[in-house]
Each structure stands twice: as structure tokens, then as C-alpha cells.
């Protein structure tokens, strides 16, 4: 008999982007029920959809193995009291299925009895009561025949254990959690914009409302909630983890850069390292108590410690991180004596453990929600803000497909093109071509020509970063191509 499942864990089950299957659906090749896809139309269109394929089961026998230790164990199942309760929630449907079973089969079977009892007093001349009858049998005997069991409801059943599903109200969002990750966590790696400041339970910014399902506290909180607000069923998303294998809960998302509150917090230098001659990668890490919220795409302005009276170094730089981890931010930084915080940087005068000061985010270059292919163009360190949307849009796992044209104008200007291979490698749907030419204009024309030989297609939405020219240039392009306005997103550097 065919299941029933949303497109968020039809796509986990037979491990394509949940894009992938909106595109289908929206090309008539599968048919939705309430905003559900059934388990025979997905074996149909996926018949290599097998559990044994699927790492489940690998990701079970991994348990096993102690040489993983605890920290794989943590990060694969919930805490034991997590499991608990949901394989208690589980036994408890599976116990409600059984009850009814038992009821429609003694109903079945007192209907089989009488309708042989009024054959009976018929005289045996009634064709009426025993065609019922016969048709009663026959359809007691397939009911109760041995079935092939649907592989995906195994491995929903699976999954309902492993992990639970989240849905977002009323945005309709929804995100899995697995492990011993919060709420806050697993919206956050899904590409959630929710609303949180600290992170530690010390605000409440995070607090979320729970409409269906049940929750487990996995953290001590400072914050104190109302009597009213528990009553109400709020808690904190940070400090809750889902305790049934389906959760809903009503909180506000950020829609863009306007919801995101301008910040100011001091960081420390976790690592400064060069990429490449000319490109330093500065890592950064926020205090556990105070955290950067940030859209991918957005800019912070960095500012370094004073030498003396009246220096002033501070920068605006695109950060080149997914918002998805918030304490650990990235920069690309490239030599430019111009810039007051790249000239100490590649001077050698910032170590280890010094503070940066940040003011932000800022800037409206950020993933627009759309269910289009996404092609993304860079040049230089332009790649540094693409470089976070791409990872946003692989943790949101909605776009179709993902590919990135990147030009580099010097000979270090593809300084992360390892990341670019593992990309590729590890991805189906992501594709990437490298190139060079010393202007960045021509660059950008012949970058438009290889965009319409290898993939051209107008229907994508494309997010265009770099120096002025190459913006100009390869929007230009485009927009002569028929690509309309609102499908172009640009942010140019000096």
C-alpha cells in the first residue's frame, strides 16, 4: 500500500534536492495530495531508491564501531532520552494501527458470519448473499495475503527515529534535526534565517512557540519564561531539541537584510593565513555569549586595534562564511595598500588572539528565495561573498541545480579552486568553470559566451560579484541575453 510523505522527506529518502522534486512536480511528473507525494510514485520515478543504498544503514552499523567513539555517536543519534521518547511515540501509533486492525477484522468477520446465517435462512437460494459473501472472502483473503513491503516506508520509519522534522509556522519552512543539535542549530545548517541573539539561553531572542509534537530540553537556560508563555507552550529554540519525529512551531524569519539588527561585538583572530601570494584568509571567532547574525552575501566592517592616537584602521569586507556556523567568520583578504586593515594584515602586524571589532552586516546581496537553477559568477576575491551564498543555497538544498563561473584576472585569483573540485565531486546537481584573462571586462564577455554555450538558460536566477567592470560587463550581458532584471543580483567592489 502506498505511503504518504511531504517533499522535504521524499527528498531525503531517495537523496536528491528537495528542488529537484519541486522541478518535477511543477513539470506534471508528479502529483501532489495535500502537499504530499506517495511512496509508488517516488519507487516509480527513483526505482534505485533501496535502503541498503541509502546510508541508513551504514549510518546505524556506524554506531557500532567504537573506534568512531562517543562524538560520532552524538552526532548521529539523539541523547537516549530523545530516542526514547520518540521510539515510544512510534510504538504508540504502531500500537493504535494494531487496535484498529483488530476492530476491522472482528467487524469483517461478524459480517462474514451473518451473511452466512441469512444465506442459510434463505434456503441456500439467495445468489444475492452469496455473491456478497464470496466477494467478502476473497477480499478477507487479499487483505490478509503477504505483501511486498514498500522499501521507503522502512526507511521513513527510519528516518522518524534518526531524526524529526520540523515545520515552520507560517512560513512553512521545514528542516530535520538529527543528533544532539538544537532547534537553533538544525534551522541554522538547514539555512533558516530564525531569530536568536546569544545563543546560550541568555536572551530569549530565540523563543519559539510549539503547536504539535513534543520537545526535550538539552540546555540550562538563564532566561527565565513566563508562567503564561509556558502555558502557551513557548520555549527556548536553543536550548530544545525535537522529541517527537514531527514538530511544528510558530517563530518569525528574517525575510531580508532589514530584519537583520545592525551589531557591534568584538572578535578574536582564531587564524591568519595566506591562500594564495596575494590573498590572506582571516579567520575569526565571536564570543559563545555574543554572536554575528548575518544573510550569505552580507559585509562586515572590520576594525582593527589603534597603533597609537588618531589610527584608524577599519575595512568593509565581504564575509566568505555560511551564517550557518555564526561564532566562526572567514574573510578573503586581498593585498591592496589602500586598504588600511590588508596593509597591517599582510605587514605581519596582526597575530593570533588579537581583537577585531565588527561593525554590521551590511548589504543586500543575499539568496533570494526562488526554486530557479542558480548560477553564480565571481571574479577575484568576489568569490568571498558568492562563496557563502553557495553555501547557504546547499544548506537550504532547494535549487535544482548550482553552477559557478569564476575569472581570475591574476595569477593567484583562483585561490580556492580545491574547493571548487570538492564541490563538484561531492555534488551532483554543482558544476564550475574556471577561468583567467587580465580584464576583467573581456573577462566578463567572454564569461557570458561560455554561460551561453555550456548552460545558458534565462529561467536561472544569477548572482554576480567583483570588481566594477566585471559586474557591469557580465550584467550587461545577460540583460541583452533576455535575462530578466529581477533574475540579476550583483554587488560590485571598488
Known amino acids: 500500500m502506498s505511503h504518504w510523505v511531504t517533499i522535504w522527506r521524499a527528498a531525503q529518502l531517495v537523496g536528491v534536492p528537495r ?10 511528473e508528479i502529483e501532489l495530495a495535500d502537499g504530499l507525494v506517495s511512496t509508488e510514485t517516488l519507487l516509480r520515478l527513483y526505482p534505485q531508491a533501496r535502503l541498503e543504498e541509502s546510508g541508513l544503514l551504514e549510518r546505524v552499523v556506524q554506531i557500532r564501531d567504537e573506534a568512531f567513539g562517543r562524538r560520532l555517536r552524538e552526532r548521529v543519534l539523539p541523547s537516549q532520552e530523545v530516542l526514547a521518547r520518540r521510539l ?32 442459510a435462512e434463505a434456503g441456500g437460494d439467495e445468489p444475492r448473499l452469496l455473491a456478497l459473501q464470496h466477494q467478502l472472502n476473497d477480499g478477507l483473503a487479499r487483505a490478509l495475503a503477504t505483501e511486498s513491503v514498500d522499501v521507503l516506508d522502512v526507511m521513513d520509519d527510519v528516518l522518524k527515529v534518526m531524526s524529526a522534522q520540523v515545520t515552520l509556522k507560517p512560513s512553512g519552512h521545514q528542516f530535520a534535526v538529527e543528533g544532539r543539535d538544537s532547534l537553533l542549530q538544525a534551522g541554522m545548517r538547514a539555512g533558516l534565517q530564525l531569530n536568536y541573539g546569544c545563543g546560550n539561553g541568555s536572551c530569549g531572542m530565540c523563543k519559539v512557540r510549539v503547536t504539535d509534537g513534543e520537545v526535550a530540553r538539552i540546555l ?14 513557548y520555549v527556548l529554540a536553543c536550548a530544545h531539541t525535537a522529541a517527537s519525529a514531527e514538530l511544528t512551531i510558530e517563530t518569525l524569519e528574517a525575510a531580508g537584510p532589514d530584519d537583520i539588527p545592525p551589531q557591534q561585538l568584538v572578535a578574536s583572530v582564531r587564524a591568519l593565513r595566506a591562500l594564495a601570494p596575494d590573498t ?13 547574525r548575518f544573510l550569505a552575501g552580507q559585509s562586515i566592517t572590520l576594525g582593527l586595534p589603534p597603533r597609537g592616537e588618531g589610527d584608524d584602521a577599519h575595512a568593509l569586507h565581504p564575509i566568505a562564511s555560511c551564517p550557518c556556523d555564526d561564532r566562526n567568520l572567514h574573510f578573503f583578504i586581498p593585498r591592496d ?70 575569472l581570475a584576472t591574476r595569477p593567484d585569483g583562483h585561490f580556492m579552486a580545491n574547493q571548487c573540485r570538492a564541490w563538484s565531486e561531492a555534488l551532483d546537481p554543482f558544476e564550475y568553470a574556471l577561468s583567467t584573462h587580465a580584464d576583467a571586462a573581456t573577462g566578463a564577455t567572454q564569461m557570458a559566451a561560455a554561460m551561453r554555450a555550456d548552460l545558458f538558460d534565462i529561467d536561472c536566477a544569477y548572482y554576480i560579484a567583483g570588481p566594477h567592470a ?21 554587488e560590485a567592489s571598488a
Open 19 to 28: 528542488g529537484m522534486l519541486q522541478q518535477r512536480v511543477r513539470a506534471g
Open 88 to 119: 515510544f511515540r512510534q510504538s504508540q501509533e504502531l500500537a493504535d494501527v494494531q487496535r484498529h486492525l483488530q476492530r476491522y477484522h472482528a467487524l469483517v468477520i461478524a459480517l462474514r458470519d451473518e451473511l452466512r446465517r441469512l444465506h
Open 220 to 233: 540550562h537556560t538563564d532566561y527565565p519564561l513566563s508562567e503564561a508563555e509556558k502555558a502557551q507552550g
Open 280 to 292: 590572506l584568509l582571516l579567520h575569526l571567532q565571536t564570543p559563545r555569549s555574543h554572536r554575528l
Open 337 to 406: 595598500d589602500g586598504d588600511a586593515v590588508a596593509a597591517r594584515l599582510f605587514a605581519g602586524e596582526i597575530k593570533a588572539g588579537d581583537a577585531v571589532t565588527l561593525w554590521g552586516p551590511s548589504g543586500r546581496f543575499v539568496l533570494a528565495e526562488d526554486t530557479r537553477p542558480l548560477v553564480f559568477a565571481a571574479c577575484d576575491t568576489g568569490f568571498a561573498p558568492v562563496k557563502s551564498l553557495i553555501e547557504h543555497a546547499l544548506s537550504l538544498d532547494s535549487a535544482p541545480s548550482i553552477s559557478l563561473f569564476w
Open 470 to 490: 566585471f559586474v557591469r560587463t557580465l550584467a550587461q550581458e545577460l540583460s541583452a541575453a533576455g535575462v530578466p532584471a529581477s533574475q540579476l543580483h550583483t
